[in-house]
């Protein structure tokens, strides 16, 4: 059965995109604390390179504790205030949720491969010097969400084997998708593309232009 979006759990802060999300899930289900705090503080790196502020401008943003710590609140917002972990900081309560979300910021880097970007090349390669255990963790939703980004290319045909090969390979080696692993269907994928492309296009407004009424012309005298 096709897993749609409707079916799923609400993306609570689409900025960051079902598969973080999917991450915070596999995270709650650790039952070791200190594994599943060391898995936390991965997930936010890869929150944090996803904001990617490494433009000189935007360098001192990590220097910020209200930028990690807002990152730690969206961890916990995400989790829906059930994650269980050691934060450095205060965990948010639902009334003093924080709404607003970093946005990416670009720079320009060689990119080894066009169809995913730098941004998620960058998190390949932070994903990669984790721990293994969390890069079991993390490498399924992240497998998945390449798949997606390579169907935004082509739709025909998407090889599974090809999309574990690219992740290897763009990790140097260190993140191999495991061979029982099942692939998302190609329609799923398309499915969630299509919902999250939706929730970034900004709706234009129709003018409604008013029609002119002609007057009527009157007999003519003579």
Known sequence: MIEYNTKRNKLVIKEYGRNVQKMIEECMTIEDREKRNETARAIVRVMDQLNEVKDPANVGKRESADYWHKLWDHL????????????????????????????????????????????????????ATYPEDVRNVLVRPLANHLKMMYLTYNRDSV???????????????????????????????????????????????????????????GPINL
Not at 186 to 205: E, I
């Open 159 to 217: 090889n599974d084997a090809l999309i574990a090969h690219q992740i290897n390979e763009l990790s140097d080696g260190k993140l191999t998708v495991p061979e029982d692993f099942t692939f998302a269907t190609t329609n799923a994928l398309l499915h969630t593309a299509n919902s999250n492309a939706s929730f970034y296009v900004t709706p234009t407004k129709k003018k409604n232009k008013k029609k002119k009424k002609k007057k009527k012309k």
């Open 76 to 127: 916990f917002i995400m989790s829906d205030y059930a994650l269980e972990i050691d934060s450095p900081f205060p965990k948010p309560v639902p009334e003093t949720k924080e709404k607003e979300v970093v946005k990416p910021e670009y720079n320009k880097h060689h990119i080894r491969l066009r169809t995913y970007g730098r941004n998620m090349e960058n998190v390949i390669k932070m994903v």
